[in-house]
């Protein structure tokens, strides 16, 4: 069951006292991926939706179109997430149609034509997330646009979902928490909005487990904001994020962030 504590509850953005309310969410999938911009025919995916991913979400509990994210969710919300576990990966083989070059006299099988093109059968391979479960913070200096949020992820106007559309996703719980801003934070399961690398971090050791599956930081350049002119979309910005599970990692410069009981983040 749906859980709804926060649509009559007012929003308090309050930095200088260092806590912050903030609209907690926490989804679980089925199967979901997230893939790498740049990635064609083996289409990696991220561990973590990135950023506009989730605006999209927000954007359909909200009814908008792709325009209106772009315009009033982007640069509005700040977006903290944690991942809380996943089940498994898996790889699946998509069959596709391609363009038939000049050079590609060796494809002769499901060769078709359209419109005068010929295509031949390609296959490409998307990664996949099982049962990935999510905690997604969100804040903003405008309380109304957190509290709309809040009363439209119970009620939403089109089906949510994390990455390709029929990639459904189910909220488990709604709420609003105060996070409390600390310093000297080590972090896991989550996103940081900097190169690591470059600006250097300690290691727990002594969080390590013996067999346990390490992913080393993966630094990530993601699009943040768009230009759309009619049906195309081209990037007009983008960010460096860092991305990382199960292992604790202190940032030498930006160590500061927001803690949920035992959860630290940072907002993206």
């Not at 600390?182 to 290691?203: A, D, K, M, R, S």
Request: with cysteine; charged share 25%; hydrophobic share 40%.
């Amino acid at each position: 069951m749906l859980i709804l504590h926060l649509i009559a509850l007012s929003f308090n953005y309050s930095m200088g006292a260092h806590t912050i309310e903030v609209l907690r969410i926490e989804v679980v999938g089925k199967v979901n991926s997230f893939r790498l911009a740049d990635h064609h025919t083996y289409q990696r995916s991220y561990l973590f939706p990135p950023k506009t991913t989730i605006c999209g979400m927000i954007g359909s509990a909200l009814g908008y179109s792709a325009e209106e994210v772009n315009e009033k969710l982007l640069d509005t919300l700040g977006i903290g997430i944690y991942l809380k576990k996943f089940d498994g990966e898996a790889r699946d083989l998509w069959k596709y149609k391609k363009i038939k070059a000049r050079t590609d006299t060796d494809k002769t099988e499901d060769t078709v034509v359209i419109d005068g093109t010929q295509y031949f059968g390609a296959i490409l391979v998307r990664e996949w997330l099982f049962i990935p479960r999510y905690i997604i913070y969100l804040s903003s200096s405008e309380n109304s646009i957190l509290r709309d949020i809040g009363k439209a992820l119970g009620h939403p106007v089109y089906a949510l979902s994390l990455g390709r559309e029929d990639e459904l996703i189910k909220i488990i719980t709604i709420q609003k928490v105060t996070l409390t801003y600390q310093n000297n934070l080590y972090y896991n399961n989550t996103v940081l909005p900097f190169n690591i690398f470059t600006e250097g971090y300690e290691i727990d050791v002594s969080s390590l487990v013996p067999g346990q599956r390490i992913i080393p930081p993966g630094i990530e350049k993601i699009p943040v904001k768009f230009r759309y002119d009619g049906e195309t979309r081209e990037a007009v910005r983008y960010e460096t994020v860092t991305s990382f599970i199960n292992v604790n990692l202190k940032p030498k410069v930006r160590h500061g962030g927001y803690v949920d009981e035992k959860i630290a983040i940072q907002f993206l």
